[in-house]
């Protein structure tokens, strides 16, 4: 899609107030920016700050936010820090090498670097230039400071301190405000404020030691920047709750900074409203994206932890939809602190930041602390007692059905099955949802046996990014190859299918595609049978698609095909179909990294179609 076509796209879902608000906004920044943003980061603390460096770290609020920091709960942050000192760090699951202090400006991977001239000139959608922006992002998250620090307090490694109060001093120096990549995202700048906050909390005595004018003079550029360029109307949501937590934090954090009270109550505010229209009161996030649930429980949490060490109360409803969202994460929850891969995610991660066996039970169980709530599983406790100082007691979820206004997923001896019937994603772009409306996925134990094609890239390959999210590599019917609504960008859909119960069978669900066409499925599961019966209505030539895992072994006779998915033997017999054929797939089992994978794949003969699924072995 060319710069013109996506550009009128995106006009097209904004609302006049919007436009008019937007227009302001950019001409005010040639007009007449704010004389903070206009100044060096030192020159920044000056304005932004009552006193000088050592008596606003002393009045700051930073040993409140952390609680407990113990070697046996951060081993991996301990092993973490010793591969940083050797130069190793770990990027979207592939070891990378890193100088000291770091080429900030550099793709971790290919070592080609993004151009140091004004932010606002550079095009991050432009991969020619230095690659996928979120190699660099990743990097300027500055995510590796509090593993840093955390492993120096926890094992007294000086060496630890040394380097992450090197590095910061050297991103705040070579790093200034408007100028390079990791100033071209509002979200870049929020995460940073909050992983910068928690580095000099954990750095304690030795936060003295940093060039702190400069430093704190970055974070109030950052925190203000996205403060008056929030993600609103169209474009709010995880990056509009990450902008009201680096104004929260940093507010509460530091109360010599001039305004805070006010700044801490909007941020408050703002992350309260966005918690109740995010998610569902049942605690299903609107985005459509069970891998950002991780991330944005971070963001809230820790923006709520640093609020209430300033004396400020979290509601009651805020609290009671979070634990809402804690019992859907209990009901979708794999062996080993998976989850079904269902919609966009991207690594995400601020604190304790190594690579962890499940970042669902880290940030869960740490949510679950703060809620006074049973927590996900037994270990990973460590970011509870990081923020809270005590760990929740584990509850598995119960086998049985839970429904949802947007899934039902199934429970039974080791077996997971979801039903997808929820909405494209958030309104209006649907920027982080999948085109799998009325799609399945399926588990036993630790081995995925039908499941969502995953995220492998947003910026990198455009074609990967679009087939990914695309209907036909989701198990579910697409017609003619295509998908439920037109993307026209790689975070807009135009248009959005009509989801909603069927009247004339309980259980099912229809999906109305934008095109027309209609899908009616009805999912069914008694102990380890799944039937899918289906529907269609339509003058393109409909099939059901079935991905399958990376490694499965597929043998196809007719209506009859089996596969082997590790330990588990599985059938697929259909009534209704042409015989079965395989064809190749693609599985991103987490950011950055595709596998091929075979899918099942039938036309169906006429306008109805049943599958049985029979899951076996082990």
């Given at each position: 899609?060319?710069d013109?076509?996506w550009?009128?796209?995106?006009?097209s879902v904004?609302?006049?107030?919007e436009?008019?608000?937007r227009a302001?906004i950019?001409?005010?920044?040639?007009l007449a920016?704010p004389a903070w943003?206009r100044?060096?980061?030192?020159a920044?603390?000056?304005?932004?700050?009552?006193?000088?460096?050592a008596?606003?770290?002393?009045?700051s609020?930073l040993?409140?936010?952390?609680?407990?920091?113990?070697?046996?709960?951060?081993?991996?942050?301990i092993t973490a820090?010793?591969?940083?000192l050797?130069?190793?760090?770990?990027?979207?699951?592939r070891?990378v090498?890193?100088?000291?202090?770091?080429?900030?400006?550099?793709?971790?991977?290919s070592g080609?670097?993004w151009?140091?001239?004004?932010?606002?000139t550079?095009?991050?959608?432009?991969?020619r230039l230095?690659?996928?922006?979120?190699?660099?992002?990743?990097?300027?998250?500055?995510t590796?400071?509090?593993?840093?620090?955390?492993?120096?307090?926890?094992?007294?490694?000086?060496?630890?301190?040394?380097?992450?109060?090197r590095?910061?001093?050297?991103?705040t120096a070579?790093?200034?405000?408007?100028?390079?990549i990791?100033?071209t995202?509002?979200m870049?700048q929020a995460?940073?404020?909050?992983?910068?906050?928690?580095?000099?909390?954990l750095?304690?005595?030795r936060?003295?030691?940093?060039?702190?004018e400069?430093?704190?003079?970055?974070?109030a550029?950052?925190?203000?920047?996205?403060r008056d360029?929030l993600?609103?109307g169209?474009?709010?949501?995880?990056h509009?709750?990450?902008e009201?937590?680096?104004?929260?934090v940093?507010a509460?954090a530091?109360?010599?900074?001039?305004?805070?009270?006010?700044?801490l109550?909007?941020?408050?505010?703002?992350?309260?409203?966005e918690?109740?229209?995010q998610?569902?009161p049942?605690?299903?996030?609107?985005e459509q994206?069970?891998g950002?649930?991780?991330l944005?429980?971070e963001?809230?949490l820790e923006s709520f932890?640093?609020?209430?060490?300033?004396?400020?109360?979290?509601?009651?409803?805020v609290?009671?939809?979070l634990a809402?969202?804690?019992e859907?994460?209990?009901?979708i929850r794999?062996?080993?602190g998976?989850w079904?891969?269902i919609?966009d995610?991207d690594?995400?991660?601020i604190?304790m930041?190594?690579e962890?066996?499940?970042?669902?039970?880290?940030?869960?169980?740490?949510?679950a602390?703060w809620?006074?709530?049973?927590?996900?599983a037994?270990?990973?406790?460590?970011?509870?007692r990081?923020?809270?100082?005590?760990?929740p007691r584990?509850?598995?979820?119960?086998d049985g059905?839970?429904?949802?206004?947007?899934?039902?997923i199934?429970r039974?001896?080791?077996?997971?099955?979801?039903?997808?019937?929820?909405a494209l994603?958030?309104?209006p772009?649907?920027?982080?949802g999948?085109?799998?409306?009325l799609?399945i996925?399926?588990h036993r134990?630790?081995?995925?046996?039908?499941?969502?094609?995953g995220?492998?890239?947003y910026?990198?390959?455009r074609?990967?990014?679009?087939?990914?999210?695309?209907?036909?590599?989701h198990?579910?019917?697409?017609?003619g190859?295509?998908?439920?609504?037109?993307?026209?960008?790689?975070?807009l859909?135009?248009?959005?299918p009509?989801v909603?119960?069927?009247?004339e069978?309980?259980?099912?669900?229809t999906c109305?595609w934008?095109?027309?066409?209609l899908?009616?499925?009805r999912?069914?599961v008694?102990?380890d049978?799944v039937?899918?019966e289906?529907?269609?209505?339509?003058?393109?030539?409909a099939a059901?698609a079935?991905?399958?895992?990376?490694?499965?072994?597929?043998t196809?006779?007719?209506?009859t095909?089996r596969?082997?998915?590790?330990?588990?033997?599985?059938?697929?017999?259909?009534e209704?179909?042409?015989?079965?054929?395989i064809?190749?797939?693609?599985?991103?089992p987490r950011?950055g990294?595709?596998?091929?994978?075979?899918?099942?794949?039938?036309?169906?003969?006429g306008?109805e179609?049943?599958?049985?699924?029979?899951?076996g072995?082990?």
């Open positions: 899609m060319n013109l076509r550009k009128l796209a995106r006009l904004m609302s006049p107030l436009v008019a608000h302001r950019a001409t005010r920044d040639r920016p943003s100044v060096d980061a030192r920044a603390f000056a304005r932004l700050f009552q006193g000088d460096a008596g606003v770290l002393r009045s609020r040993g409140a936010l952390v609680r407990s920091v113990e070697p046996g709960s951060c081993e991996d942050e820090a010793r591969a940083l050797g130069g190793r760090w770990i990027l979207f699951g070891e090498r890193l100088a000291d202090p770091p080429r900030w400006n550099e793709n971790p991977l080609a670097a151009p140091g001239r004004p932010s606002r550079i095009d991050y959608h432009d991969t230095a690659g996928d922006p979120k190699l660099a992002w990743e990097l300027g998250r500055l590796v400071l509090p593993v840093l620090a955390q492993a120096a307090r926890a094992s007294g490694q000086r060496a630890s301190a040394d380097r992450a109060i590095w910061l001093d050297d991103f070579t790093q200034p405000l408007g100028s390079g990791h100033h995202s509002g870049e995460v940073r404020t909050l992983t910068v906050t928690w580095t000099l909390a750095l304690g005595e936060a003295g030691e940093v060039a702190l400069p430093c704190l003079g970055l974070m550029q950052q925190a203000l920047h996205v360029h993600s609103l169209s474009s709010a949501n995880n509009l709750i990450a009201y937590a680096a104004i929260t940093l509460a530091f109360p010599a900074l001039r305004g805070a009270d006010r700044l109550r909007e941020g408050v505010r703002g992350l309260e409203r918690t109740l229209r998610f569902d049942d605690g299903v996030s609107r994206s069970f950002y649930l991780p944005i429980w963001l809230l932890v640093a609020a209430e060490a300033a004396g400020a109360k979290i509601s009651d409803a609290r009671a939809r809402a969202s804690l859907f994460a209990r009901v794999l062996q080993g998976a079904p891969r919609g995610e690594d995400g991660r604190l930041a190594g962890h066996a499940s970042r669902l039970d880290l940030v869960g169980n740490a949510l602390a809620l006074g709530a049973d927590g996900l037994d270990g990973e406790r460590g970011l509870a990081l923020l809270i100082g005590a760990a584990a509850r598995a979820a119960a059905v839970t429904e949802t206004a947007d899934y039902t199934w039974a001896a080791g077996l997971v099955v979801t039903f997808d019937h929820g994603g958030l309104a772009l649907a920027a982080h999948h085109g799998d409306a799609s996925t399926i134990g630790a081995d995925a046996i039908v499941l969502d094609p995220t492998f890239a910026h990198a390959d074609a990967a990014r679009d087939r990914c999210r695309s209907t036909p590599l198990a579910t019917i697409h017609f190859a295509r998908s439920q609504a037109e993307m026209a960008g790689p975070f859909w135009r248009g959005r009509d909603k119960p069927d009247e069978r309980e259980g099912g669900w109305r934008t095109s027309g066409e899908h009616r499925r999912v069914l008694a102990g049978r039937t899918i289906d529907r269609v209505t339509g003058d393109a030539e059901v079935f991905p399958l895992a990376p490694g499965a072994i597929v196809v006779s007719g209506a095909a596969a082997e998915v590790g330990a588990t033997q599985v059938s697929f017999e259909s209704g179909l042409e015989p079965w054929r064809e190749p797939g693609e599985i991103a950011f990294r595709i596998e091929q994978a075979p899918r099942l794949v039938a036309a169906l003969h306008s179609c049943c599958t049985t699924i029979r899951i072995g082990g």
